[in-house]
């Protein structure tokens, strides 16, 4: 039985800005990218197709021997096209001890998995922006685009943020 079960809400109120997992993002990508030295192991995802629902169950495991951390982040998508009320995308980030595999805890995984791909994503910006960059233009919509803008408008600096249609939804 898990000794913790943090809902959606809750897990907003302890990861309230993606930027707190910059330090600890840049780690573990240092770390992945150093292949068996770095003691990560990631599984490629495997996705299971649920028919005749239209949807897929994607399992994506991990263990980070630097962290000593064991988890697995089990998502499912299904595309509505009669019901929007429920998410097409749904996440939940299992915790393991792995000393003994016993679960520590569940946690919903939609804003962890909307921060953390941020963050990712604001981290190679970091590296490969130029310095001169002043338009941050938004590729896609919904929580993802949202997740982007909030993690880069408090670490970058732009005049204009666009979307995709050339609107200009900020100016300088």
Known sequence: MPRVILKQDEVEKYLHRASL??????AALGNFSAGAAGGVVQPVRAVVPVRPHGGYLGVMPA????????TTKLVTFYEHK??????????????????????KAVLDGSV???????????IATKLLMPAFAEVLCILGAGVQAYSHYEI???L?????????????????
Not at 65 to 70: F, P, S, V
Request: glycine letters at 2%.
């Open 112 to 122: 962890i998995t909307a921060k953390r791909t941020a963050a990712v994503s604001a």
């Open 21 to 26: 997992l910059l330090p600890a993002l840049e």
């Open 152 to 154: 880069f408008m408090e």
């Open 82 to 103: 009669k019901d929007s009320s429920v998410p097409s995308h749904q996440a939940t980030v299992l915790l393991f001890d792995p000393t003994n595999g016993s679960l």
């Open 63 to 70: 263990y980070s021997a630097a962290d000593d951390a064991l």
């Open 156 to 172: 970058f600096t732009f005049k204009e943020v666009m979307d995709t249609t050339g609107h200009i939804h900020f100016c300088l």
